[in-house]
């Protein structure tokens, strides 16, 4: 199957610092990337769709100066959370849109998240 | 995007086999049904997709009655590994179309 690399795994940092979180697909090309966040005992939340070469779009409520995207290349997707204060702590987490099995249809991968913590 | 309901939890027990409905009234002609299992602190993982009837692959079935209005996910004999959140979502999963997480079935599996 697809494979959607996600780094870092976890992070701690301090509050008014910034954390950039990486997002790679290894082995297809993924025109589309979306980040997801999740709290505890939560489902999870969409925050932005990212498309190569453009702007993301943002859902609403999220802060596209605070949650930066770039997607600068096919294979990676980055999300840069800027002056991180606690109430960002949250697992993130990436997905990438591809084709499966050439059936046509497409199905999302998922990164193993990361886990964000501001002290 | 069709809205789904599915139960908050379900237990079970070892070698038993489980089977998780979900709800989606008003799917849309060209929506899939996709499953999706998450372990805490991971990314959720693909079993399963499908459009209508049965879908069987190595790890689940899938069955879509002809109304396509409702679909259930079943695991056959759990294991404590099986021990995740399940969930159920349903889109046109085309390229550019995020796919909107419901509350998803927290599964319990005991010995």
């Known amino acids: 199957g697809a494979v959607v690399s996600q780094h870092p795994s976890w992070v701690i940092c301090k509050s008014g610092t910034s954390v950039k979180i990486e997002c790679r697909s290894l082995?297809?090309?993924?025109?589309?990337m979306f980040w997801y966040r999740q709290f505890p005992k939560q489902s999870l939340m969409l925050m932005a769709t990212?498309?190569?070469?453009?702007?993301?779009?943002?859902e609403q409520g999220v802060e596209k100066d605070k949650f930066l995207i770039n997607h600068a290349s096919l294979t990676l997707s980055t999300l840069t959370v800027t002056s991180a204060h606690p109430e960002d702590s949250s697992f993130y987490i990436c997905?990438?849109?591809?084709?499966?099995?050439?059936?046509?249809?497409?199905?999302?991968?998922f990164g193993s998240g990361t886990q964000l913590s501001v002290l | 995007l069709a809205k789904t309901t599915q139960p908050i939890s379900m237990d079970s027990y070892e070698g038993q086999e489980v089977n998780i409905t979900c709800s989606h009234n008003?799917?849309?002609?060209?929506?899939?049904i996709t499953w999706y299992q998450q372990f805490p602190s991971q990314g959720p993982r693909f079993i399963i997709q499908?459009?209508?009837t049965k879908v069987t692959n190595e790890v689940a079935s899938l069955f879509i009655p002809a109304d396509r209005k409702s679909s259930t996910l079943s695991l056959p004999r759990v294991s404590l590994s099986d021990t995740a959140v399940y969930y159920c979502?349903?889109?046109?999963?085309?390229?550019?179309?995020?796919?909107?997480f419901g509350k998803g079935t927290t599964l319990s599996v005991s010995s």
């Open positions: 997905s990438a849109s591809g084709a499966w099995g050439g059936h046509g249809h497409e199905k999302l991968f």
């Open positions: 082995d297809f090309q993924a025109t589309t």
């Open positions: 990212s498309n190569e070469g453009s702007k993301a779009t943002y």
């Open positions: 008003n799917i849309a002609t060209n929506d899939y």
């Open positions: 499908g459009y209508k």
């Open positions: 979502l349903v889109g046109q999963n085309q390229a550019g179309t995020a796919l909107i």
